[in-house]
């Protein structure tokens, strides 16, 4: 798409956020009825918005608003299942019961 509309106007970007904090898990738990848990970098849906701004005002083709999202995506297009291993590993998980319980008291 971002050759297609080269020398227009419109401009493409890909923004390449890794977790971010949004109210997503507390949906999940109230709708599916289980809570997830993830050990890698996050950021805040402010701090990825402020990115997404900052490309609208200043176009770039990819925007990576933390600096591991484009190791990941580096790592991903080099070793794809190595990359899907460390996603797996730091993404999100379904909570044990004993996290469950830590989180009720």
């Known amino acids: 798409l971002r050759a297609e ?3 227009t106007n419109v401009h493409v970007s890909v923004i390449c956020p890794v977790s971010t904090e949004t109210e997503f ?3 999940m738990a109230r709708e599916q009825g289980f809570e997830v ?3 890698g ?4 849906a402010d701090f990825v918005a402020r ?3 900052r490309c609208v005002k200043h176009p770039r083709a990819e925007v990576y608003p933390h600096r591991l999202s484009r190791a990941l ?3 991903n297009a080099l070793a794809p299942g ?3 291993r460390v996603v797996k590993r730091f993404g999100r998980k379904p909570l044990t019961p ?3 319980r830590a989180l009720e008291r």
């Open 5 to 7: 509309l080269l020398g």
């Open 25 to 27: 898990r507390e949906a």
């Open 37 to 39: 848990t993830g050990h």
């Open 73 to 75: 995506v580096i790592l």
């Open 82 to 84: 190595i990359c899907d």
């Open 98 to 100: 004993a996290q469950e």
């Open 41 to 44: 970098p996050r950021q805040s």
């Open 51 to 53: 990115a997404m701004l």
